[in-house]
């Protein structure tokens, strides 16, 4: 199926203007700052950091691979796993794989422990993104994130374009990543007042498909740290399912 919709986010110009547009509404940024812990009180919530501490009304905890650690006395049952991305980049002369006519992609074959997902996108500045998404490894941190990729890592992804895209199975690799999933057992999100701190909102877990979402979910914890009021029904990604 081909969806003429469809599309694609570019994650750097999406976060530049998130951050732009929050400055510009009196938000202080605050960059390479690692959260060491923090606590709630009936009336505020502290936070220390490497730079110091800060005292707030609310706390909205988004840490991804690192809630397992931060989300305390919340028992959330989450894994965080290990996906592999990476981009390729076949011969620049052939424009078959240029944004204006390739499309992004998906689609399920054998692979090599079962089934598994094969998806990508058109040729981007940093090349041809491309990857497989099938159960990795997993630990109860984001310590998985330390691992770079292997050179033989990137097999499972040429095997698994070879029958459908064999240009691009065949490319030069140019880049590699790791990418942390935080998954619950149903691969919902958690969203939501933490169910021991009021203070204190949850909004991570989101099971390696949240980043299309967070426009929304922007909005959500806003009205979650200032009215109380969401503007969704969030019953489906309240961490009291889990109970």
């Known amino acids: ?20 547009i929050a400055a510009a509404a009196g938000a202080t940024l605050h960059f390479n700052e690692p959260v060491v812990s923090w606590t709630a009180a009936d009336d505020a919530v502290c936070v220390e950091t490497s730079e110091g501490s800060y005292v707030a009304d609310r706390l909205v905890l988004s840490v ?10 919340a028992r959330l049952p989450l894994t965080v796993e290990r996906q592999l991305l990476f981009w390729l980049e076949p011969d620049v002369a052939d424009r078959r794989f240029d ?14 422990s079962g089934f598994s997902w094969c998806y990508g996108f058109p040729r981007l500045p940093r090349g041809i993104k491309a990857a497989v998404m099938h159960k990795g490894e997993t630990a109860a941190d984001a310590d998985l994130v330390r691992r770079s990729v292997n050179d033989d890592e990137v097999e499972p992804l040429r095997r698994a374009l070879t029958t459908l895209l064999p240009d691009i199975a065949r490319a030069p690799l140019r880049e590699s990543a790791v990418c942390l999933f935080t998954n619950t057992p149903d691969s ?9 701190n009021p203070r204190v909102v949850i909004s991570s877990a989101c099971s390696g498909h949240g980043y299309k979402f967070a426009s929304a979910i922007g909005e959500i ?18 961490a009291a399912r889990f109970e």
């Open 1 to 20: 199926m081909l969806d003429r919709r469809a599309g694609y986010l570019e994650p750097d110009r999406c976060n530049a203007a998130h951050l732009r």
């Open 188 to 196: 919902h999100f958690v969203i939501g007042v933490h169910p021991a």
């Open 221 to 238: 914890q806003a009205d979650l740290v200032t009215s109380g009021r969401p503007r969704f029904d969030l019953a489906p990604f309240s």
């Open 99 to 112: 944004a204006a006519s390739f499309p992004i992609y998906l689609y399920e074959y054998a692979g090599d």
């Open 64 to 73: 991804g691979a690192r809630m397992p650690q931060f989300a305390k006395h």
